[in-house]
């Protein structure tokens, strides 16, 4: 299987510091800083891009289980809110995906994504967190 890499550099204090965050392909560079994390300051963060990479995740492995029994969606969409509490911790993470898949009710759709949501491999990683999700067909 693969082995996927990304990166970050800091520089300076946690006040007055700056960082950036890569994708290891290089289709994702963003600076960071202690006002992009912890405030509503311009920039990244960390909690960001786990959230992106658990909405991607989700939705992929939410695809690949209906598509195992024959309910191709035509789309998946999911978004991704990462709390940030005291500590700082990451307390909480809300999934909300809604899915465009014909010949299955919202009961059925409900728990495919349920299977997603302990399934999906960054749903796995982050099993330390309390996750909620909220899934509804359009």
């Known amino acids: 299987m693969a082995i996927r890499e990304s990166s970050a550099v800091w520089k300076g ?5 700056k ?8 289709v994702f560079e963003g600076e ?3 006002a992009s ?3 509503e300051g311009p920039g990244t963060n960390p909690e960001e ?4 990479a658990h909405a991607g995740c989700f939705s992929m492995f939410l695809s690949a289980l209906l598509s195992k029994e024959g309910h191709v969606p035509t789309r998946i969409e999911t978004f991704a809110k990462v709390h940030l509490g005291d500590g700082p911790k990451i307390t909480l993470i809300e999934l909300t995906t809604k899915g465009e ?16 949501k302990t399934g999906c491999p960054v749903s796995q990683a982050l099993s ?9 067909l359009v």
């Open 128 to 136: 330390a967190v309390e996750m909620k999700l909220n899934a509804s």
């Open 37 to 39: 994390r912890f405030e």
């Open 32 to 34: 960071y800083t202690r």
């Open 13 to 17: 204090s946690l006040v007055e510091g």
């Open 49 to 52: 891009l786990i959230g992106a």
């Open 19 to 26: 960082g950036t965050m890569r994708v290891g392909s290089g």
């Open 101 to 116: 898949v014909s010949g299955i009710d919202e009961k059925t759709f409900v728990e495919f994504a349920e299977k997603a």
